[in-house]
């Protein structure tokens, strides 16, 4: 299947579901809380897409049972909502996808309940900073390969892995498509970015090795190999004749996310 160049009108489509997905997220840092579940951070997500006309483009994709994706400490993504408490120290990604007349926006984070460890925020600011280098090598001309080399460049650098098997992708119509944009590799490599192009980042950085296993049980829910933390963050990006278009760029600062310092001085 062909990598889709979308047209100006597409693109003022899809800007408006990510709008609402980036919306949504601060929402849910408003709300999070120590002592919540992670059904309740769906609950919220799934009232917050609906009343928007819009649907959340996780319900049912492939037989997914939640509105959101919740990924908690070691759990790498699509995790499930459910019964689970957020507890004190506990990091958890938020995924979340939005569909409005056609097409989706994608988008998560990495948000701290309550007072981070050493470890946790490792994980979290190296994603974060990642995120930020992948998309600074989105431009016309540019290759695939030079956003996965850029991040596996700084996360090994921070002495953490970045996960090979679960990558960033196209994004329109369709909740996946062309391309598959990797979170390491050689610069120089893969397909040439072309304006009118839309695509995931979305690096996960595991404290340990980049192994991971997918739950027998659930056939969902991706842990870390060795257990341990694992923290993402993502955006939907637009390549532009001038460079890139962050479609899901937030409206203002992440709630228990962004604003790290009032976070740990509580």
Known sequence: MPIEIHSQKEVDAIRTSCRMAAETLMLVGEKLRAGMTTEEINAIVHEDTVRRDAYPSPLNYHGF???????????????????????????????????????????????YVGTPSAEARLATETA??????????????????????????????????????????????????????KHYGKRGTGDRMKAGMVFTIEPMVNIGGWEVDVDPTDKWTVRTADGSLSAQFEHTILVTRTGCEVLTKRPGTLRMSENVASILAM
Do not use: M, W
């Open 128 to 181: 974060r900073k990642a995120l930020e280098l992948g998309i600074a090598e989105v431009k016309e001309g540019a290759r695939l390969g030079d956003i996965g080399a850029a991040i596996q460049e700084y996360v090994e650098a921070q002495g953490c892995s970045v996960v090979r098997d679960f990558v960033g992708h196209g994004i329109g119509r369709k909740f996946h498509e062309p391309p598959q944009v």
């Open 65 to 111: 049972p939640k509105s959101v994706c919740t990924s908690v400490n070691d759990v790498v993504c699509h995790g499930i909502p459910g019964s689970e408490v957020l507890k004190n120290g506990d990091i958890v990604n938020v995924d979340v996808t939005t569909l409005y007349k056609g097409f989706h926006g994608d988008t998560s984070a990495t948000f």
